[in-house]
């Protein structure tokens, strides 16, 4: 099945830097989320995009909807221990009732 | 919190008996769905509802079964579970925000087949 290009595959950090990772798709799509997965857990809604060139923040999170629709960004500033996790993009369009996930990018903080 | 709940949170089962996993929610969505994931594949769609008794298959649906009698209750069955069907499954449910929705997660259930 269709999945998304998210990129990079893992990162290993040291706290208090800066986090990019993008998603990218050969289709253009209405929506952009981006979700947090914890290790044993369901993935959490961090954020939602629904329109091109949005760009939206939540803490130190920012996300923005690529103006072309097929891609997306996530950046998180920054970081802590607890940013420790697997973060998905997801992309919705309106003539399916179905989102397509990224494969994700596991995210390591060291102190 | 989307108001999901899964059950039952693990489950350790041998090859060739039947399964079926439940998802339940509080809040009166009208659409449903069962994901699988795996190491290397991410989430996967299996079956989804978008309504009582209203089902469609997703790009893994072979060798499971869905039904929704409730609108709170989204069943996933494994006829015959199978090694391959070991897994983590996650049930998420659509928001109500226009025609494309986010989606929220429930905790998971982790199935072992042996």
């Known amino acids: 099945g269709q999945q998304l290009n998210q990129s990079p595959q893992s990162m290993f950090i040291q706290e208090g830097e800066d986090v990019s990772m993008n998603c990218t798709s050969s289709?253009?799509?209405?929506?952009w989320l981006w979700y947090k997965q914890d290790p044993g857990e369901g993935p959490v809604l961090l954020i939602a995009?629904?329109?091109?060139?949005e760009l939206t923040s939540n803490g130190r999170l920012t996300a923005q909807f690529g103006i072309t629709r097929k891609d997306s960004f996530l950046n998180i500033s920054a970081s802590i221990p607890s940013d420790v996790g697997i973060y998905f993009c997801?992309?919705?369009?309106?003539?399916?009732?179905?989102?397509?996930f990224g494969t994700g990018t596991r995210l390591q903080v060291f102190p | 919190d989307a108001g999901i709940t899964q059950s039952p949170r693990h489950k350790v089962t041998e090859t060739g008996t039947p399964v079926t996993l439940r998802c339940h929610q509080t809040?009166?969505?009208?659409?449903m769905y069962w994901y699988r994931q795996d190491p290397g594949h991410g989430l996967r769609l299996i079956h989804y509802?978008?309504?009582?008794?209203?089902?469609d298959k997703g790009e893994v649906s072979d060798g499971y079964s869905v039904s929704r009698s409730k609108t709170e209750d989204f069943l996933l069955t494994l006829e015959s579970a199978t090694s391959s069907q070991t897994s983590v499954y996650f049930c998420?449910?659509?928001?109500?925000?226009?025609?494309?929705?986010?989606?929220?997660f429930g905790p998971g259930t982790r199935l072992t087949v042996l």
């Open positions: 998420a449910i659509r928001g109500d925000r226009g025609l494309t929705d986010t989606q929220y």
């Open positions: 289709s253009i799509f209405n929506t």
């Open positions: 995009l629904y329109k091109a060139g």
């Open positions: 997801a992309g919705g369009s309106y003539n399916t009732d179905k989102l397509i």
């Open positions: 809040e009166n969505h009208r659409y």
């Open positions: 509802s978008y309504g009582v008794k209203d089902t």
